[in-house]
């Protein structure tokens, strides 16, 4: 039942949003996400006391077809739900001293997005799976299309069609599971417990891949996503970039990896070395970008190369490495848009080239700025290391080749990083007298706690690591 | 053997009245031309011992749909001149998937045996009362229903053709 | 049986108000006399009972789809009101009109006999002619009318000659006769019958405007005044469905399989053309009558299926669509009155100018995209798993990708009212319009949520 | 003496017949372009099945098939009523019946 | 047991070691504006505990004891648990002492150096907080724990030579250094891969344990001491990842001091020592990591002659030191090179403070050819500096003699032709640190008015690191006197227990007898002086300057532009990268894959808009459509 309260919460609160207006809007936002935050805190103490049963919610929807409403919680459950409820907080916060108008809508859609996202990573009956998954798509284009940048009609439809026509995909394959499976249920442990027949494994497999590889994105699959972050507003960036990417490496070691296991095991090679291509591919091309919005979008497709490369090792070290990289990885990438952000909201400009000299101006912001980048260029005690790590590893133990090839995003990472930080910070300022106040308020909240749960999680990640380990049983025979 | 004369007669008749029906430019010997084809018609609803039947299509089809029609002839004066052109290519191509139609409707049933003549002779099926008991029991609901299709097009004409009251 | 008969009262109702001068009467009193038959209808639930020699077949089926048409008649009353506000001349004509169609429709739910199907679809399409011609002095809606009416009456010949052509062979137009003879001599069914069946489907698929009959839909939809348009595009259309289903699988239970292919090949097609054809419009109109033809080759995966009895699919899709297309309807015939036009572009910047009505529409757009949690997509979903479970598996895939497609006809609406710059002309819903629109929505959300009741009717 | 006539020829003559007349109405149908004569060629397509009608009745000794008939020809009445209607407002609008200048709905 | 016990009570303070420069970090880091230059002496202060701690420790622990401890499990998954743990040992201990004592001085030297930089307490955040990882590089217990320091250590030298962010060009400076560091890192990561995957864990036990069970010079041996020398050659500059370090010069010149002489650089070498035991078990590495030191040494040597930047000159010497450190572990005498690295570390730092003392009386000027005549201006920077470049050149009696005689003695009696090498570059190191000396100190003075106005000693918070150190250059030499000398190396000795597990590898280093140890001492020493009074005559006596950039020719012009190795990588490398991210950006993404997405899209659309034209709106065409569509429909159903 616990369940539902945190499905509940941000609902209601989207609901109620739409009644309130102007700035009351947003600080009632805000009150609700810190709500939420502290109830998930709450229901992770339940969980390390009583397990998943309190979450376990299981009711019957309708007979024919037939459809479980079947949410529960385990541990990577519960490490995605806390990674969403913390975020959030953090991003609704980054939008004061902001102008947004029609404020009341704009947060309502973020909440009725957290609520989606909460429920993507609660359920376990297929179906509800998948509405929550489409569900968490409806709000965040809204969201780009209505406060977006230039072209954002072209782009953000682009954007809906392409991961929708990936989502329609992977309805198919539900629905060709929903009729091979025995008791004709999308129930995820029955589908784990009986894989269909490993002939059709071999496509379905690329059903679902392809649904994941598009929200990931992994390459060639990613070409929505750079317009995308770069004209959807940025805390709909922050959304898509923190957050929702995470659903599809999520799904797939919830959904992909248990329920087409042979499938895995006969693409593993492609797959593996497709993530690892992408890797190198996007963090080369990072490294000549001018808009500093494309550039980490573009980093961002490395790391979640890295990602999904570790999850297809199959090994327990390539998994968990995920498990901890999804986590960090949200924190630094939202900490880097919003220090884009911060920067264009002062000087209205976005490519690197017109930047400089910020650190003159506000040497708290850069150092902050500096200490996000070096958690994203995995320096030790950061908490990307632990993960990158843990990747790393993982895909030597497939193969060392790979791992040597996928290595060379540590050093092409801090390439494209330091450029970027190089450029936009330091330096002489571009501008004579230029304007640039150092960091209000909630700007030094959102980035001083994002610095510190990096480092935090850089010392301690083994909370994680155990928080993760029961799921390995289901994918690793 | 003259019934079987009759009926090539009858049936000849026919197809070429229909035939003419199709082809005559001038929308009168249109409309004649069908007329005569109904008589045809009821010359073998009369064979086939539907005599009140022949008599009703009579009555209805060249009584009073026919002479709609003609009166909307009149009415619009349709007449050689006013007849649309049609391409030779339009003339050849409908000929043609008439032709395939009829094959291909007489290839799908080619294979039917129907049963000749099934003995005793029901032979008064075709009578008023027989026809009227039916009409009145069995299909009373559809006879009722008719009203209500009737009463549609008759405010339905009403609708579209009453002049303009403003 | 009731339900037909009041039904037809009221519509004698309408011209007796006429000629009583009751005309402020008449709305009023035939959307109150529909609730009350609504309520007479549902209380023939269960009652599985056979009237006039079993011409008349009232079952759970036909009185689910009659509650279904009676509701949507209700609602096409409602906004009739304001509607047909400055030709009150001719309200009583126009709704004793549609109340026939509604008649129409009744008896193409309840028909046991191809006697009541051939007059229920003459019945509803003769009046349909002239609903749709009834903007006598637009030569659009003239031409609507009548290429309605030529190729309505060259498709029912189609009916007849096949209706005959079964009668030849069974003897009789008794839905449950003919399936006995089905049944009974299953080796030697005679050619004949086959041929009629096909000539049957023939014009069934040209009244739910499957391709390649599709034809007429698009120029009709278009041509005819908006609210006979919402009126077709719903009733209309479930009244096809609803006919069509009950031949395939009850008369036609033994011998689909001989039009299986036909059937098919039409819903692929469909499905194809629906979509495709629906990306380059620029007239609202004409863009629903697409979706309406794409929507139909969804269903038509439901006729192919027929075999598992998935009536449930079937009225929880109808149910769906309507919803949402009456929805879209109310908001977008205050926009065209508006705008005195009745392309996409009347849309623009309605987002700014009435942000509700916008959210409206796109939630609008979003059901009949089929997009969770809309009933749009539980619709779908239940009629892919009915087709894949009886392995139309490449059909499925193809309305799959036929739905990916969908999408992005209906993402242009909502484009062009958050996305373009508004038109000065601006839009106020009048009370009717909000109170059909949000019920509509309301009832799409709570069936989309809630879907078990009407998913499990059957 | 009904009798003689019926077992002298089989009833496939009626069905051929019938559906001869049936396909020279859908050629009329096809062929023609004004609407009055589409009409007629409709109304002879309804003749043909009413013959079929006819003859399977009497062959089967049953009834039904004239009752059917019946409805066929008020079914046909009524539609030619309206039909005719439209084309008179048709004729009012754009004083022809010719159904090529009627596509302004297109595409 | 009692031993036991007694070691146990050092867990403290050797944990405490590196949290005091940690604690100084976030002090100077979050007050730095309010401590202003109390800031300075803060950093000082922590650095003076640690140092303490430090010589508490040395003098603690017992012989031949060392002590591992685990402070906390660090990362744990499935039955691989990375533990954060510390070694103290001797080995260790001696780094300890060097750098936070080093560390120290320097840091009071910069107090002085610094005083009037408005990025004053930033300065010293990060000089602690570069000690505080040197001293986890140090201390670790494992290579994981090496590897946090080993890439906190890159890190600050990053912050440390772009500390003047406001000129680019330090920037680039930084940034080369730090990504040339993370290859080498890259090396380190994946040999830390094998080990973890092979001996399932990192820490120096485990992973000796492990390899001691294979046989030596397998090939998994030989592969992972490669990929660990790739990362020392990243850290301790050795060809080819050895151009950052000249341009890392772009640091303050303490930072050089401390981080680009004294510590950092010679993390490599404490690297491979630490691991003695796999190297030595791995003779085809020791091999390749002699030649690529001798290799290192010659031509870093030979670009130091014709340097005229005084700091460039310093930084080619050290690549050229720390080369001839690898040949000592190439040729497996470990302790040679770890006691080259001391005294290097005392006489390295000094020249760099010298010459930071130098160019902070020219008011930043750093080109030796503006200079000249110092030394009767600052005379205690002159002395200083004197000893530190006697000490290099390997006079006898000071630091440099010993431990390079040590090194050139090892190579000799494992490889004849590397000695030789080796003794040139030692040769040549003599001649251009003299030439630098005359260049700067003798003659006249070269350099503008103000220049000559503005010369004066500097404070004394310089003075004294520069006092202290020139004392240690002289007498660090005799901690490991060669046997000739005397009985005792004290040195060699107090490693030992470190190195013991190696010996039984490396085979019996055949003993020279006196007879040569005491020739090939003349021989060095005749050799420096040769080239010492070489540039006596060219510099002092008919005062020859080296020409402008313009005129120098042939060899010379190579040398002075460092043989174009930047030029060559910028080409190979940087250029293509750029290119090819370009390519890739509008070529393939862009050009291919968005086409190919955008041409569905528009296949879609345009199909869409074609069959659109079916729809004629002449009900003839419809009336045809639908009566030929019956007729193929029922075609088809009748012949399937």
């Known amino acids: 039942m616990l369940s539902l309260t945190l499905l509940s919460i941000p609902l209601l609160a989207s609901l109620l949003l739409l009644f309130s207006r102007g700035a009351m809007s947003r600080n009632l936002a805000l009150v609700f996400t810190l709500v939420q935050l502290g109830f998930t805190i709450f229901a992770y103490t339940v969980f390390k006391a009583e397990g998943a049963g309190p979450f376990d919610y299981m009711q019957n929807w309708s007979a024919k077809p037939f459809i479980n409403v079947h949410l529960s919680m385990d541990g990577m459950s519960l490490l995605m739900v806390m990674l969403t409820n913390v975020l959030l907080p953090l991003i609704v916060l980054s939008g004061y001293n902001r102008e947004t108008n029609r404020m009341h809508v704009f947060y309502s859609l973020m909440l009725f997005m957290q609520f989606a996202l909460n429920g993507v990573f609660m359920a376990f009956d297929g179906f509800i799976y998948y509405i929550f998954w489409e569900l968490a798509l409806i709000p965040i284009y809204f969201i780009a299309f209505n406060w977006g940048g230039e072209n954002r009609a072209k782009v953000t439809l682009k954007f809906f069609i392409y991961t929708l026509a990936g989502s329609l995909l992977m309805l198919f394959g539900f629905l060709f599971l929903y009729n091979g499976s025995p008791a004709n249920s999308l129930e995820w442990s029955s589908l784990v417990a009986n894989p269909s027949c490993s002939c059709n494994q071999s496509w379905l497999f690329w059903l679902f891949f392809i649904a994941f590889a598009i929200k990931i994105p992994i390459v060639p699959f990613h070409t929505w996503q750079p317009d995308t972050y770069q004209s959807a507003p940025t805390q709909g960036t922050m959304l898509l970039s923190g957050i929702m990417l995470k659903m599809g490496t999520y799904s797939l070691i919830r959904w992909l990896l248990p329920i087409v296991p042979a499938g895995v095991q006969e693409w593993q090679p492609l797959v593996i070395a497709l993530c690892v291509g992408g890797v190198v591919y996007a963090s080369i091309i990072a490294i000549m970008q001018r808009d500093m919005k494309r550039l980490l979008a573009y980093s961002s497709i490395a790391h979640v190369g890295l990602i999904s490369a570790g999850i297809f090792a199959l090994n327990r070290s390539g998994i968990q490495g995920s498990l901890v990289q999804m986590v960090s990885h949200g924190l630094t990438v939202v900490g880097l848009f919003f220090c884009a952000d911060i920067i264009f909201n002062r000087t209205k400009h976005e490519e690197i080239e017109g930047l400089g000299g910020v650190r003159l101006a506000a040497p708290k912001f850069a150092a902050w700025f500096l200490i996000i980048v070096l958690g994203s260029v995995a320096l030790p005690l950061t908490s990307g290391f632990v993960g990158e790590f843990m990747l790393l590893f993982g895909v030597y133990q497939y193969n060392t080749w790979l791992s040597i090839f996928a290595g060379l995003t540590i050093i092409l990472g801090a390439v494209y990083m330091l450029r970027m930080y190089q450029k936009v910070v330091l330096g002489k300022a571009i501008k004579e007298n230029m304007v640039f106040p150092d960091l209000m308020w909630n700007e030094k909240i959102v980035l001083v706690s994002i610095g510190v749960m990096i480092f935090a999680l850089g010392l301690f990640p083994n909370p994680i690591i155990e928080l993760t380990e029961p799921i390995l049983k289901t994918i690793i025979k | ?166 | 049986m009731n339900t037909l008969i009041y039904t037809s009262v009221l519509g004698f109702f309408c011209m007796l108000a006429e000629i009583m001068n009751l005309r402020k009467l008449i709305i009023p009193v035939l959307v109150l006399g529909l609730a009350i038959i609504f309520g007479l209808n549902m209380n023939d639930w269960n009652l599985n009972q056979s009237y006039f020699n079993n011409m008349l077949k009232v079952d759970n089926f036909s009185v689910a789809f009659s509650g279904l048409a009676i509701f949507v008649t209700l609602l096409v009353f409602i906004l009739s009101t304001d509607y047909y506000e400055n030709q009150q001349n001719h309200i009583s004509d126009y709704m004793t009109i549609l109340t026939f169609i509604l008649v129409g429709a009744l008896m193409m739910f309840s028909f046991a006999n191809l006697t009541m199907l051939f007059l229920g679809i003459e019945t509803l399409s003769i009046s349909l002619y002239v609903m749709a011609g009834s903007k006598r002095f637009d030569v659009r809606s003239n031409e609507a009318g009548f290429k309605y009416f030529l190729m309505g009456s060259f498709a029912s010949c189609f009916l007849l000659f096949g209706i005959a052509l079964i009668f030849g062979s069974t003897g009789s137009f008794d839905l449950a006769k003919i399936a006995d003879y089905t049944i009974q001599n299953q080796q030697n069914i005679s050619p004949m019958f086959y041929t009629g069946m096909v000539l049957i489907v023939f014009a069934m698929l040209f009244k739910v405007s499957a391709a390649p009959f599709h034809f007429w839909a698009p120029d009709v939809y278009e041509g005819s005044p908006a609210l006979i348009t919402a009126y077709m595009s719903t009733l209309v259309k479930i009244a096809a469905f609803g006919a069509f289903y009950k031949l395939m699988s009850v008369t036609f239970f033994y011998t689909s399989f001989k039009a299986e292919l036909i059937l098919n090949i039409a819903a692929i097609l469909t499905l194809a053309v629906g979509n495709l054809m629906a990306l380059a419009q620029t007239n609202f109109k004409r863009l629903l009558a697409y979706s309406g033809i794409s929507h139909a080759g969804y269903m038509m995966l439901i006729i192919l299926s027929a075999k598992n009895q998935p009536a449930g699919a079937l009225f929880y899709y109808s149910l769906a669509y309507a919803l949402s297309t009456i929805a879209a309807f109310a908001i977008a015939i205050p926009v065209f009155s508006a705008a005195k036009s009745e392309d996409i572009d009347t849309f623009n910047g309605l987002g700014k100018k009435n942000p509700v009505a916008a959210a409206a529409m796109s939630m609008a757009m979003l059901g009949l995209a089929g997009i969770p949690p809309f009933a749009g997509f539980l619709g779908k979903y239940y009629i892919f798993t009915e087709a894949l479970h009886s392995n139309y598996f490449y059909t499925t895939l193809v309305a799959i990708f036929a739905s990916m497609i969908g999408v992005y006809y209906y993402f242009k609406v909502i484009i062009a009212m958050y996305g373009k710059p508004a038109n000065e002309a601006n839009v106020e819903l009048t009370f009717n319009f909000k109170l059909v629109l949000w019920v509509c929505l309301a009832l799409s959300l709570a069936f989309g949520l809630y879907p078990a009741p009407i998913l499990n009717i059957f | 003496m009904e009798q003689q006539i019926l077992q002298a020829h089989p009833q496939n003559w009626y069905l051929v017949l019938s559906t001869i007349l049936f396909s020279i109405g859908v050629m009329g149908v096809l062929m023609r372009r004004n609407a009055l004569i589409i009409l007629m060629c409709i109304e002879l397509m309804l003749n043909s099945v009413n013959l079929l009608l006819v003859s399977f009745s009497a062959y089967a000794g049953n009834t039904d098939g004239q009752v059917f008939v019946f409805f066929i020809m008020v079914v046909a009445a009524a539609e030619v009523a309206v039909g005719l209607a439209l084309l008179v407002s048709i004729y009012r609008n754009i004083a022809t019946t010719d159904i090529d200048v009627l596509s302004k709905l297109k595409w | 047991m009692e031993n036991f016990l007694e070691l146990t009570k050092l867990i403290s303070p050797a944990s405490l070691i590196p949290l005091f420069p940690l604690l100084g970090f976030l002090l100077t880091a979050f007050f730095g504006k309010t401590l202003k230059h109390a800031a300075g002496w803060l950093a000082s202060a922590m650095i003076l505990i640690s140092f303490c701690l430090s010589t508490f420790l040395f003098i603690n622990l017992p012989a031949n004891a060392d002590l591992s401890f685990t402070i906390f499990d660090w990362i744990k998954f499935g039955n691989v648990t990375l533990s954060f743990g510390f070694l103290i040992d001797h080995l260790s201990i001696i780094m300890l002492l060097v750098v936070t004592g080093i560390g120290f001085l320097i840091h009071l030297y910069s107090i002085g150096y610094m005083h009037n930089d408005e990025g004053f307490a930033r300065f010293f955040s990060y000089l602690n907080l570069f000690i505080f990882f040197m001293l986890l590089l140090v201390l670790g217990n494992s290579y994981l724990v090496m590897f946090i320091g080993w890439e906190g250590v890159g890190l600050c030298s990053y912050l440390l030579i772009g500390f003047w962010f406001k000129n680019d060009a330090y920037n680039d400076a930084a940034k080369k250094a730090f990504i040339m560091n993370r290859i080498g890192d890259l090396g380190f990561l994946v040999a830390m891969f094998y080990m973890l995957f092979y001996f399932g864990g990192l820490d120096f036990e485990t992973v000796n344990a492990g390899a001691q069970t294979l046989e030596v010079g397998n090939t998994l041996l030989v592969t992972i001491t490669l990929l660990l020398f790739v990362g020392a050659m990243g850290k301790s500059a050795q060809i080819p990842l050895y151009t950052w370090l000249p341009d890392a010069m772009a640091g303050p010149t303490p930072v050089s001091a401390l981080i680009h002489a004294a510590t950092m650089v010679t993390a490599g070498i404490y690297m491979i020592a630490r691991s003695n035991i796999i190297f030595a078990m791995a003779p085809l590495t020791l091999e390749v990591v002699m030649w690529v030191g001798v290799i290192t040494s010659l031509f870093a040597a030979f670009i130091g002659m014709k340097q005229t930047d005084i700091k460039k000159v310093l930084a080619y010497s050290t690549v050229s030191q720390l080369g001839l450190m690898f040949v000592a572990l190439g040729v497996g005498a470990f302790s040679s090179g770890m006691f080259h690295v001391v005294t290097h570390a005392f006489f390295k730092a000094l020249l760099f403070l010298g010459a930071g003392s130098v160019i902070h009386a020219m008011g930043g000027e750093q080109d030796i050819r503006n200079m000249g005549g110092l030394a009767k201006y600052i005379k205690i920077t002159f002395y200083t500096f004197l000893i530190a470049t006697l000490a290099i050149s390997g006079i006898f009696p000071f630091a440099g003699f010993f431990s390079k005689d040590e090194i050139l003695a090892a190579s000799f009696s494992e490889h004849k032709a590397v000695w030789v090498l080796a003794s040139i570059s030692s040769m040549i190191t003599a001649f251009y640190m003299f030439r630098v000396m005359f260049l700067t100190f003798q003659n006249s003075f070269r350099g503008t008015e103000e220049q000559k106005h503005h010369l004066h000693e500097s404070p004394w918070t310089m003075t004294v690191p520069l006092s202290i150190l020139a004392i240690f250059s002289m007498v660090a030499g005799f901690w490991g006197m060669p046997a000739v000398m005397s009985s005792t190396h004290w040195f060699g000795t107090y490693l030992a227990p470190v190195f013991e597990g190696s010996k039984a590898y490396l085979g019996e280093g055949h003993h020279l007898d006196h007879g040569t140890e005491i020739m090939l001492m003349v021989i060095a020493t005749v050799l420096a002086l040769v080239s010492i009074s070489i540039a006596y005559v060219m510099y002092v006596k008919n005062k020859t300057l080296p020409e402008a950039d313009a005129e120098t020719t042939g060899v010379a012009k190579w040398a002075a532009n460092k043989f174009y190795v930047d030029e060559f990588y910028d080409k190979i490398i940087v250029r293509p990268i750029t290119i090819l991210s370009d390519v890739l950006f509008v070529l393939v993404d862009k050009l291919v894959i968005d086409l190919v997405v955008m041409a569905g899209a528009w296949l879609v659309g345009f199909t869409g808009r074609t069959i659109r034209l079916v729809q004629t709106g002449n009900t003839g065409f419809y009336v045809f459509a639908m009566v030929i569509g019956m007729m193929v429909l029922m075609f088809i159903q009748l012949v399937y």
Request: aromatic share 10%.
């Open chain 2, 1 to 166: 053997m003259s019934s079987q004369l009759i009926f090539f007669m009858l049936a000849a008749l026919s197809i070429l009245s229909a035939l003419f029906v199709v082809f005559s430019k001038n929308p009168i010997y249109n409309v004649l031309w069908l007329i005569v084809c109904f008589f045809s018609i009821a010359g073998h609803y009369v064979m086939l011992n539907a005599q009140f039947l022949a008599v009703v299509h009579i009555i209805v089809y060249a009584g009073a749909i026919m002479v709609l029609m003609l009166f909307t002839v009149m009415l619009l004066n349709l007449n050689k001149e006013s007849e649309p052109h049609k391409s030779l290519m339009l003339k050849g191509a409908s000929v043609i998937t008439g032709g395939m139609m009829l094959l291909v409707l007489l290839a799908a049933m080619r294979s039917t045996e129907l049963g000749a003549y099934a003995a005793p002779a029901v032979t008064d099926i075709g009578y008023v009362q027989k026809v009227g008991m039916k009409l009145f029991t069995d299909f009373l609901l559809p006879f009722e229903m008719t009203a209500v299709l009737f009463l549609g097009a008759m405010v339905g004409a009403v609708v579209l053709a009453k002049k303009e009251v403003n």
